[in-house]
Structure formats: C-alpha cells, structure tokens
C-alpha cells in the first residue's frame, strides 16, 4: 500500500480538545474504526451513496489510496479523509488527487475536526509535490480551502446540473487550469 501511514500507537488531545491528526496506521488496525466512522457519518447526509466506506476499502485493497488521514480524539478515529490520485484527458503533465470522502463523526462535526483534516492533507500534498486536487462537494463548505469550479476542468460522467459541485484548486503555485476531463479510480464506481 502507497499510503502514508504511522504505525505508533500514543495520540495525545491538545489542551484545545482538538483531536490528534496523524496517517492510518500500515498495520490496519485503523481499517474498521474508519469503516465504521465512515458510514456513520454518511449515513443521513442527502446526497450520499451509502457507499463511501467501501470506496476507502476498494481505493486500499486497489493500492490506490494514496494519503489516509485520522482525527483522534482521546483514543477514538473521529474523523478521516482519504486521497487518490486522478487521471485527467488530456493530461498536463501534473500529479492531480481527488480529495473523498471525507467524514467527521456526527457528534463531532462542527468543531473544526474536517478543517483540520482538509488543512492536514493539503499541506501533505503540497510537501510531496502535488500539482492540484479535486473534489465533489458543496461549495460552501469547500470554498474556504480556495475550491471552486474551474471552466473547463470538468468531472467524467457528471451531470450538467452538478457541475458547480466538482471544485478543483491548484497547489504547485501555477496560475490557472487545465481545459480536461477528469476521471477517478474505478473504485469509485
């Protein structure tokens, strides 16, 4: 598996309460509590699929999922988000992820747990040279990070309608966006 992970096992809260953000362990002792925080945390949100958590295991056991992050707060995964390399056509020469899903357990949502790891995972790939990410998700919620639509940059097989949601945002300091079509590990499907 390509996925940066910790394998130690001392997560300390900080004096804010905030939890603890670190990689999914190499030893999978994260994959259940992340299986389970997952679907817990889809499970009422109205645009979900119901199938987030079997993404995060397919995009694994692909040896697709790139970037595994958790948020622990006093020994319990509260939150986590997952990153997979995408592919764009044509391509521009560049290192793209899709950012998803991204889940905080419901009685933790609210409390900076998913900024925390949305700010964690960007600085992860822009340390190891990532050109840009994508996302599908509510603008809302994302445009803080710098995430918008971008004409041009648009999302294989999604509705016109749903255009607005997939956002893209450049990390390599380049101005501007390539005109591509972007398509997701199969596991998405």
Known sequence: MNTITDATSATVPTRQGLPVIRPERVDGSDIGAIRALTAEAFAKVEHASGTEAKIIDALRDAGELRYSLVAVRAGRIVGHVAASRVTLDPPD?????????????????GQGTGSGLMRALLDLLIVYGATGAVLLGDPSLYARFGFAPHEGLTMAGLAPEQASYFQGLRLDGTVGYPEATVSYSPAFD
């Open 93 to 109: 020469g560049g290192w793209w992820y899709g950012i998803g899903p991204l889940s905080v357990h419901p009685d933790f949502q």
